[in-house]
């Protein structure tokens, strides 16, 4: 069956540098993928989104990456502040699909 | 703040209790969601709701039970639990119907620990 999954469970980087989480999709048929950050204590916060007609796609200090070729999906977060520390979450869903199917999620950890 | 809103935070309960996880969304959206979020494991959907009514349920045990009496507000009545039913419960909207709007916007969440 179809499955997400992040190839990392935690990532720690330097204040300032850039981080990149990895997501893989076994689903060929998905066509919409979505990024969630979701900070201590609260639900699934919504950062990005990118569908399959795009490879790239950017917003306030975030890019998605999207290699439909490898079935690889990428988020990209610049100048890292301690704000960006959370677990992130890529999901995806397809054409006729219900629902997202959610990766297991990346803890990321800024470091002053 | 999402705009979805959970009660209560935080709960406690006996095996033997029931209780009720309630949702409020204040943004007009049409679908609304359960997911059970456990330690180390993907967020697993529970149940949608689409224009009040049910149309997932994803193999929930009967010990769950959801209520969406108006396109605002969701339910989760929960009834003889069971230990590893302890997880964050978070309720999600989305303003379409859940085959075309995959972004969800969640709330807080219910954090339940059965004893």
């Known amino acids: 069956g179809e499955s997400v999954g992040l190839h990392l469970p935690t990532l720690s980087v330097q204040e300032g540098d850039n981080s990149i989480i990895n997501c893989a999709y076994s689903?060929?048929?998905?066509?919409?993928f979505i990024w969630y950050k979701q900070e201590s204590g609260k639900g699934p916060q919504f950062i990005i989104d990118?569908?399959?007609?795009?490879d790239k796609r950017q917003g306030q200090r975030v890019t998605v990456l999207l290699n439909k070729t490898v079935k690889h999906l990428s988020l990209q977060i610049a100048a890292t502040q301690p704000g960006d520390s959370a677990v992130y979450f890529c999901?995806?869903?397809?054409?006729?699909?219900?629902?997202?199917?959610f990766g297991q999620g990346t803890r990321l950890t800024i470091n002053p | 703040e999402t705009g979805v809103t959970q009660t209560p935070r935080h709960l406690v309960m006996g095996m033997t209790n029931k209780k009720s996880l309630k949702c409020e969304q204040h943004?007009?959206?049409?679908?609304m969601y359960w997911y059970k979020q456990s330690a180390k494991k993907p967020l697993e959907l529970m149940f949608v709701?689409?224009?009040?009514?049910?149309?997932e349920n994803n193999s929930v045990p009967s010990r769950f039970s959801p209520e969406c009496p108006n396109s605002s507000h969701l339910f989760l009545h929960l009834h003889t639990l069971q230990p590893e039913d302890s997880a964050l419960y978070l309720c999600?909207?989305?303003?379409?119907?859940?085959?075309?709007?995959?972004?969800?916007?969640f709330g807080s969440g219910t954090q339940l620990s059965v004893l």
């Open positions: 990118i569908r399959s007609n795009m």
């Open positions: 999600a909207s989305s303003p379409g119907r859940p085959a075309n709007e995959g972004k969800l916007f």
């Open positions: 709701y689409s224009l009040e009514e049910r149309v």
């Open positions: 999901a995806e869903t397809g054409l006729g699909a219900q629902k997202l199917v």
């Open positions: 943004l007009g959206h049409n679908a």
């Open positions: 689903n060929s048929a998905s066509d919409y």
